[in-house]
C-alpha cells in the first residue's frame, strides 16, 4: 500500500479554519484517498474521501492537488469538538487488498478555546 | 439505525488465557474487518471475514483466529494471550464490491493482559 505521511500534530484555535496537511507522493491511479479521525475512547471516524477532484461535505473539505501527491483536509471552523487524531489514508481498491485500510500514526488535533 | 456494536466493552485477562470479543455490523453490511490498536499507534488490521470466510490476512500470528456468522456478525478469538496483546480491538464494517466507500468502525473492545 502506498503510504502517507502526516504531521504528528497540530494547533488550532476555536471558531478558526483548520488545513492538515497529507503528502503521498506513492499514489497509484487507483488509490482514493480518505480521512477518518478518533476522538478519545472512540473508534475511528470517517470524514471524507476523494479521487481526483476536491470534495465538500457537512463535516469537511478535501482538496487534492492536481498532481495527487498531496492533500489537505479542511475544517472549516474548528470547535472543541474536533480535537482528535486525523487520519490520511490511501484505500487501495485492487484486486487483492480490497477494503483494507492502513492506518499511520495521523496527526493529533488539539483545539484551544 | 444501528451502527457497529461490540462487546464486551472492556475485558481483563491473564497470560496463557483464550479470549473471545464480539462484533455486529452495521445493517446492511456483509463484510467484517477486524483492527488491532496499541496505546499511542494508529490500528493495525488483522483480517476481514467475508461470505463467512477469512479473505485477507495482516502480519499477525495464527493465535489470532475469527470467524463470521449467516448473519454478518463475526467474532475474534486470541488464545495463548501475551502482555502484548494488551490494546483496543476495533471491529468495522462495511459493504462487499464498494471499496472506494468508507468503513464503519465500533467503539471497541479494550483488552488488558495481567
Known amino acids: 500500500d502506498a503510504k502517507t505521511t502526516q504531521p504528528n500534530s497540530m494547533e488550532s484555535n476555536e471558531e478558526e479554519p483548520v488545513h492538515l496537511p497529507c503528502n503521498h507522493s506513492?499514489?497509484?491511479?487507483?488509490?482514493?484517498i480518505h480521512w477518518y479521525r478518533q476522538l478519545p475512547s472512540q473508534g475511528p471516524e470517517y470524514v471524507i474521501h476523494?479521487?481526483?477532484s476536491n470534495v465538500n461535505n457537512r463535516m469537511a473539505s478535501l482538496a487534492i492537488a492536481e498532481d495527487r501527491k498531496s492533500s489537505t483536509l479542511i475544517l472549516h471552523r474548528a470547535t472543541l469538538r474536533d480535537a482528535a487524531v486525523y487520519y490520511c489514508?490511501?484505500?487501495?481498491?485492487?484486486?487483492?487488498?480490497?477494503?483494507?485500510?492502513?492506518f499511520g500514526e495521523g496527526t493529533q488535533l488539539t483545539v484551544n478555546p | 439505525d444501528a451502527g457497529v456494536t461490540q462487546s464486551p466493552t472492556h475485558l481483563i485477562k491473564t497470560r496463557g488465557q483464550q479470549v473471545t470479543l464480539r462484533c455486529s455490523p452495521k445493517?446492511?453490511?456483509?463484510?467484517v474487518s477486524w483492527y488491532q490498536q496499541a496505546l499511542g499507534q494508529g490500528p493495525q488490521f488483522i483480517f476481514q471475514?467475508?461470505?463467512?470466510?477469512?479473505?485477507q490476512r495482516g502480519n499477525f500470528p495464527d493465535r489470532f483466529s475469527g470467524h463470521q456468522f449467516p448473519n454478518y456478525s463475526s467474532e475474534l478469538n486470541v488464545n495463548a494471550l501475551l502482555l502484548g496483546d494488551s490494546a483496543l480491538y476495533l471491529c468495522?464494517?462495511?459493504?462487499?464490491?464498494?471499496?472506494?466507500?468508507?468503513?464503519?468502525f465500533g467503539d471497541g473492545t479494550r483488552l488488558s493482559i495481567l
Open positions: 445493517s446492511g453490511h456483509d463484510t
Open positions: 471475514y467475508y461470505e463467512e470466510e477469512e479473505r
Open positions: 489514508i490511501l484505500r487501495d481498491v485492487g484486486e487483492t487488498s480490497g477494503s483494507r485500510l492502513t
Open positions: 506513492t499514489i497509484s491511479g487507483t488509490d482514493y
Open positions: 468495522a464494517s462495511s459493504l462487499s464490491g464498494a471499496w472506494s466507500q468508507p468503513q464503519h
Open positions: 476523494g479521487l481526483t
